[in-house]
């Protein structure tokens, strides 16, 4: 079975902080991506990484940065927390080439305050 | 670009009844759709996935029709039960790196 973790279930952060939410797949996936999932939007793709050190932006990368230093990790790192950064984070990873299929984590709950 | 959207927020069904979920995109070139099943506190978890040299596939208890004529994706969960509760996602293949479009979701009540 395929395990994706992400670090945090529930997180709160001040406006202004440097907020790291963590994800890590077990399964030697290419692929790896960060979506926020907000009420009535369904899930928008912030980044994505397609191997270790490469990153691409996503639909809504604003606010956002990510590192992928080992193919098992990727990070989602908010430079600056804001409120309106509250949110579900959901990380997700796919096998890569032909491999639509994506494999999620539980999610973080981030309330900036 | 790609947009995917689903044609109801919310579905309401008595337990033992059919279920129907709608999914419309925009892409005519896109190649691959799936489903997913997001229970309370939970990741999105596959369902069922189909290709677009298929009109149809199923699961257990679940169907996905896919018409590419006027662009619209479906799914059928036969006789529903209380833990079918969730929200339904679809998405739809798009582009390179193998990315998934989402659809807004689906909330699907089952009443007993």
């Known amino acids: 079975d395929v395990k994706v973790t992400q670090s945090s279930r529930y997180l709160v952060k001040r406006t202004g902080e440097k907020v790291f939410l963590e994800c890590v797949q077990d399964?030697?996936?290419?692929?790896m991506f960060w979506y926020r999932q907000d009420p009535g939007l369904g899930l928008r793709l912030i980044y994505f990484s397609y191997d270790v050190k490469m990153k691409e932006k996503g639909d809504i990368p604003e606010g956002y940065s990510v590192s992928r230093e080992k193919k098992e990790r990727f990070s989602l790192i908010l430079e600056s927390a804001s409120t309106n950064q509250t949110s579900m984070y959901l990380c997700?990873?796919?096998?890569?080439?032909?491999?639509?299929?994506?494999?999620f984590g539980p999610g973080t709950r981030l309330t900036v305050t | 670009g790609e947009s995917v959207g689903l044609h109801l927020p919310t579905l309401s069904v008595q337990e033992g009844d059919n279920s129907i979920i709608n999914c419309a995109y925009s892409n005519s070139a896109s190649d691959y759709f799936i489903w997913y099943k997001q229970e309370s506190g939970k990741g999105p978890q596959f369902i069922i996935d189909?290709?677009?040299?298929?009109d149809k596939r199923q699961g257990q208890r679940v169907t996905v029709l896919l018409n590419k004529t006027v662009k619209h994706l479906s799914l059928q969960i036969a006789a529903t039960q209380p833990g079918d509760s969730a929200v339904y996602f679809c998405a739809v293949g798009s582009g390179g790196y193998n990315k998934l479009i989402f659809g807004a979701g689906t909330r699907l009540a089952v009443h007993p």
């Open positions: 997700a990873s796919s096998i890569g080439t032909d491999g639509y299929e994506q494999y």
């Open positions: 189909i290709r677009s040299n298929m």
């Open positions: 399964m030697d996936h290419e692929n």
